[in-house]
């Protein structure tokens, strides 16, 4: 190809190209076609009749439902505190009761409705929904934390181009401090909007904060160590690993019952999960499950302290190696005047080239930081 400036161009494109393709392959293929996969449910009643009925059903629904059954309406209460089970059917001849929780899932709650709405049906009574979990007014649909993970996601993923470009000539460590500094920020607009903003939270606000800092601390140092090895590539792979692998795996919208079996694994350790699973615990169900949560957030900022210690001791061993390397004109020059009289003439032209590639690095990362925050 004969034109620079083409080549420039067309090699720029790659990068929202392949988001382009990323994007389409992760969104459509977690949430085009949610169906339950081994959702689990569970049938009340302890008389033989409630076991058969429930292996009916079993049977009918096929690898969509797991179901089990449980002695009283209190076990299954708690089944659905605890998120044991999407759903619970109270079998009664004349008012069959469902109870579900939708702050765990409003998704989830709808798809077990449509399994035993019929099944009601067919005993000629109407069926009875009781949601023994339900989010807060403001929030009806229990999906505003899934907005609020996008905001702390993209103030983090975002930050690290301004961190590893504006930043690239101070020491990765006051790189990683102000990582640590920005994501304390980034938490708090998150808890701004969660709290007095958009009324998600009704308490509980400084542990938001908390997790808010553990999640984007973890996705920042991680951003700041790939800059070192990556460059202009960090922007695609921020992408990858936390917006098309971690929005669509982190539950916000489906549950991992409601996904395929790629996404509701990645659900059991991705960083997104931890974050919208935790801050659910904490407003809905009284922190059951919040320690797991929390532990899943904090190997995730383990990663990225181990990341940006390697980038750190490859940037040592790269100074260390062109501090090393010299020049030889100047380190002969004490020896040989003639020689530093050459370099001396010599050195307008190195100034001149050393400008240049000052100028087309500095180019290079105005548009690595214009393409991360753009997208």
Known sequence: MRSPALRHVLTHLITPLLMCLGMGLAYMGAFVTPEPHHMPVAVVGEAPQAKVFAQTVKDQAGDKLDVRTVDTRAEAVHLLKSRDVTGAYVPNAKAPELLVATAASDMGATAVEKVFTPVAAQEGVPLKVTDVAAPVADDPTGQGLFFLLIAVSIGSYASVAALGTAGAALALRIRALLAVGVAAVVGGIGVLLAG????????????????????????????????????????????????????????????????????????????????????????????????????????????????????????????????????????????????????RHARPEARTEEARDEEVRVAEEEEEAEEAVGV
């Open 196 to 343: 007095p903003v958009f009324h998600l939270a009704h308490h509980g606000l400084a542990a938001v904060w908390g997790m808010a800092w553990l999640y984007s601390a973890g996705i920042l140092l991680i951003g700041v160590g790939l800059h070192t090895f990556l460059k202009r590539w960090t922007t695609l792979a921020m992408m990858v690993l936390f917006v098309m692998l971690n929005f669509t795996s982190s539950g916000g919208l489906f549950r991992p019952e409601l996904q395929n079996g790629f996404f509701g694994t990645l659900h059991a350790f991705w960083n997104g999960a931890g974050f919208v699973e935790g801050v659910r615990s904490l407003l809905y169900f009284g922190s059951d499950g919040l320690g797991r949560q929390m532990w899943t957030l904090a190997v995730w900022l383990l990663v990225g302290l181990a990341m940006t210690a390697l980038a750190g001791a490859w940037e040592r061993t790269r100074k260390t190696d062109d501090t090393g390397a010299g020049d030889p004109q100047t380190d002969l020059a004490p020896n040989f005047p003639h020689r530093s009289h050459q370099a």
